[in-house]
């Protein structure tokens, strides 16, 4: 069983830098490909970022790609999103996903979510 929950949001202004981390409480976190996936006010979710199982391999959407790092430790059961020079638009709450199999970008293949946590962006 996977239980995801996601930490380390907060209101920080533009231009900063912010670390997500979701954390699995079950055993079985080495086997499941983990998605970041965000929701702004008003707006469907979004798909952030992805990694596979061992970590060699990350998927990033364009809106964030070259500014957001998605990494995991297996040792640690736990999936991080580090988030550099963030933007208003950034604004919404960020979920973590596991699903088995290889990384995907659509929210209808994950399993697993966790609860979300807010991160708001002030100009």
């Known amino acids: 069983q996977v239980q995801l929950v996601e930490s380390g949001g907060g209101l920080v202004q533009a231009g900063s830098s912010l670390r997500l981390s979701c954390e699995d409480s079950?055993?079985?976190?080495?086997?499941?490909?983990i998605g970041w996936f965000r929701q702004g006010p008003g707006k469907e979710r979004e798909f952030v970022a992805a990694?596979?199982?061992?970590?060699?391999?990350?998927y990033y959407g364009d809106s964030v790609e070259g500014r957001f790092t998605i990494s995991r430790d297996n040792t640690k059961n736990t999936a991080y999103l580090q988030m550099y020079s963030l933007k208003p638009e950034d604004t919404a709450v960020y979920y973590c996903?596991?699903?088995?199999?290889?990384?995907?970008?659509?929210?209808?293949?994950?399993?697993?979510w966790g609860q979300g946590t807010q991160v708001t962006v002030s100009s």
């Open positions: 996903a596991a699903r088995s199999g290889i990384p995907k970008d659509y929210v209808d293949k994950y399993d697993y």
């Open positions: 990694i596979n199982l061992s970590g060699g391999s990350t």
């Open positions: 079950g055993r079985t976190f080495s086997s499941y490909a």
